[in-house]
C-alpha cells in the first residue's frame, strides 16, 4: 500500500515583493538576518545588489 505524506514543503515567495517560486528558488538569492533565511527573486536581487554586496540587512534597501 503506497504510502501518503501529506506535510508539503513551505512555499518560498520573495521576502521584498512576495512573487511565488515555481519550484525550487536554484536563480534566487538566499541571505540569512538574524538567523532566519530570506529568498529574494532575481529581478529585487538585481535591483539591491550593492546593498546585497555591501552585506547590509534587508530592511536598509
Do not use: Q
Request: charged fraction near 25%; proline fraction near 8%; hydrophobic fraction near 30%.
Amino acid at each position: 500500500m503506497p504510502r501518503h505524506d501529506t506535510t508539503e514543503a513551505p512555499r518560498i515567495v520573495c521576502a521584498r515583493c512576495g512573487a511565488p517560486a515555481d519550484g525550487p528558488p536554484l536563480t534566487w538569492t538566499c541571505s540569512k538576518e538574524n538567523g532566519t533565511r530570506h529568498y529574494f527573486c532575481d529581478n529585487c536581487a538585481r535591483s539591491n545588489l550593492r546593498a546585497i554586496e555591501g552585506r547590509l540587512d534587508s530592511a536598509w534597501w
